[in-house]
């Protein structure tokens, strides 16, 4: 079997699985994380829930993003709070040997006032519900002028939870996003036809059998 190592993760990061108990990657991990580590810049990742698609993104997009630089850099949407705060806890966990990277967690129904202030701390990587993050693009208190990277976490749940419009709001204002990826359970057509409009030839990795 092979090792988070062999999948060219820097030694920070694997000792941080390490610490957290992982031993192999999953198999949507083995395919994820030496694809974007290498530059796949649109990506299409497919596979049932728990199979770890946190870290099939979360990794590569430390090792990737700018460590020195305090504005934010990427963006990961998703369409819960608790799912916002799992994520930043699992991120929290993997970046235990960068300390100069930060990350935010922002949703709705809590404090947009902490929130606002967190962000004025300065982070590489927000995680956000849609409607928490428009309110604050609107409030000017983010902007998403230097996001190179915006991933979509359940992106089947955002669409029908009706955060297409949000979706595509956020999308069309990141100006320099180059990395796009997407991850999800199922693919129905709805999902397909945002990869279309805002992907350009993604890879497309499936694991298992996934339904539309
Ligand atoms: P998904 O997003 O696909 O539903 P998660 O990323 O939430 O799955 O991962 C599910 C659980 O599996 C989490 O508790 C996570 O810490 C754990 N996990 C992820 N990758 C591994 C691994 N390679 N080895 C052991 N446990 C893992
Ligand atoms: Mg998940």
Redesign the pocket.
């Known amino acids: 079997m092979i090792t988070f190592e062999e999948l060219g993760l820097e030694e920070q990061l694997v000792k941080a ?1 390490s610490d ?7 198999a ?2 083995e395919k994820a994380i030496p694809a974007l580590i290498n530059g796949a810049k649109d990506l299409i990742g497919l ?9 099939a993104f979360g990794l590569p997009l430390l090792q990737m993003i700018d460590k020195d630089q305090k504005f934010p850099q990427a963006l990961v949407i998703c369409p819960t709070r608790e799912l916002c705060l ?1 994520i930043v806890k ?1 991120i929290t966990a993997f970046k235990k040997y960068l300390p100069t990277v930060s990350v935010v967690a922002v949703y709705g129904g809590s404090s947009i006032g902490l929130q606002i202030k967190d962000l004025k701390r300065g982070v590489q990587i927000v995680v956000a519900t849609p409607g928490r993050l428009i309110d604050l693009i609107e409030r000017k208190a983010i902007h998403l002028e230097e996001i190179k990277y915006v991933i979509m ?1 359940e992106a089947d749940e955002m669409l029908n939870m009706g955060f297409q419009d949000d979706i595509e709001f956020i999308l069309q204002n990141t100006p320099i996003r180059e990395y796009t990826w997407l ?1 999800s359970a199922t693919m129905p057509n709805e999902i397909r036809r945002v990869t279309k409009k805002y992907m350009s030839d993604p890879m497309e990795i499936t694991v298992g059998a996934v339904n539309t």
């Not at 596979?47 to 870290?55: D, E, F, Y």
Request: hydrophobic fraction near 30%; aromatic fraction near 8%; proline fraction near 4%.
């Open positions: 699985t957290l108990g992982f031993v192999n990657p999953t949507i991990q596979a049932q829930t728990g199979t770890g698609k946190t870290a799992q699992e976490d991850f």
